[in-house]
C-alpha cells in the first residue's frame, strides 16, 4: 500500500505563486509515474501534470503550460508541483496520485491506484 499526503495549499492573490508537496510512504513511487489533479468547484476533476517514473519526461494540460512544473525528489519519495502566475481559474482542490503500475504517464483517472485527500488551493482576483 502507499500513502499520499499533500500540502502546500492556501489562499493566495492572483499572480502569486505556491509550491505543493506529495509524500509518499508505505512503499516508494521512484518506480512509478505520478501526477496531480485538481477538481475546481462543481466540476470534473482533470489531470494537470504528469511525470515519468525517472522524472525524464512530463505531461501539462493547456491551460497551465509555462506556469505550473512538475517535480520529484525519488530520495525524499516526493512529487512537487510549482505554481506560478496563479489565476482564479486555478482555484480547485488538488489532488496527488500515482500509477503502480508502470512508470511511463497515462493521462486517465482511472490509470492511477492510489491518491491523496487533497489539498485546496484558491486564488483570489
Known amino acids: 500500500q502507499v500513502q499520499l499526503v499533500e500540502s502546500g495549499g492556501g489562499l493566495v492573490q492572483a499572480g502569486g505563486s505556491l509550491r505543493l508537496s506529495c509524500a509518499a510512504s508505505?512503499?516508494?513511487?521512484?518506480?512509478?509515474?505520478a501526477g496531480w489533479f485538481r477538481q475546481p468547484p462543481g466540476k470534473e476533476r482533470e489531470l494537470v501534470a504528469a511525470?515519468?517514473?525517472?522524472?525524464?519526461?512530463?505531461y501539462y494540460t493547456n491551460s497551465v503550460k509555462g506556469r505550473i512544473t512538475i517535480s520529484r525528489d525519488n530520495a525524499k519519495n516526493t512529487v512537487y508541483l510549482q505554481m506560478n502566475n496563479l489565476k482564479p481559474e486555478d482555484t480547485a482542490v488538488y489532488y496527488c496520485?500515482?500509477?503502480?503500475?508502470?512508470?511511463?504517464?497515462?493521462?486517465?483517472?482511472?490509470?492511477?491506484?492510489?491518491w491523496g485527500q487533497g489539498t485546496q488551493v484558491t486564488v483570489s482576483s
Open positions: 508505505g512503499r516508494t513511487v521512484s518506480r512509478y509515474a
Open positions: 496520485a500515482v500509477d503502480a503500475t508502470r512508470g511511463t504517464i497515462r493521462t486517465d483517472m482511472p490509470e492511477y491506484d492510489y
Open positions: 511525470i515519468t517514473a525517472g522524472g525524464g519526461s512530463t
